[in-house]
């Protein structure tokens, strides 16, 4: 999943549990049942124009989510979304420092980074649809009851 819609879930977690304690590994925990559902994603030499278009477009999106969270001084749900998304900051690692920004091929992944990988088989082209839908109704959600 995209890293906003990540963050949506996680801002619905911390909102209706509340209790820092409980939604923080409740919102990790969210990413990697997320991350088992099909969506967006293309896998080194095969990533085209859409994925330069998603990441740029979940670029702004977390961008302009995390300046409404600083006006808000919404610290909790800053809290719940960024532990939400969090598992994620693994490839963006991996992708800058490692991959020097995707032009080398991925290497070994460690046991974490492989269970990760290994979840998100129905990723695909066509997952870009699921994002969209969630992406939509994840924002309805939070529009109502997080903000
Ligand atoms: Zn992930």
């Known amino acids: 999943m995209t890293g906003t819609n990540h963050a949506l879930t996680g801002a619905l977690i911390a909102t209706a549990i509340g209790n820092p304690i409980v939604f923080v590994p409740a919102a990790i925990g969210s990413h990697f049942v997320l991350d088992m559902l099909p969506h967006f994603g293309e896998k080194y030499g095969q990533r085209k124009k859409l994925t330069k278009i998603v990441w740029t477009a979940d670029a702004g999106l977390l961008v302009g989510g995390l300046i409404l969270l600083v006006a808000t001084q919404n610290w909790l749900i800053a809290l719940g979304s960024f532990a939400a998304l969090s598992p994620d900051l693994a490839w963006i690692f991996r ?11 991925p290497g070994n992944l460690n046991r974490l980074n492989s269970f990760h990988a290994n979840i998100q ?4 082209r066509e997952g870009v649809f699921v994002e969209v839908l969630w992406l ?4 309805y959600l939070c529009s109502q009851y997080v903000l």
């Open 95 to 105: 992708f800058v420092f490692i991959e020097k920004w995707g032009t080398l091929p």
């Open 136 to 139: 939509i109704g994840a924002a």
């Open 121 to 124: 088989k129905l990723e695909s």
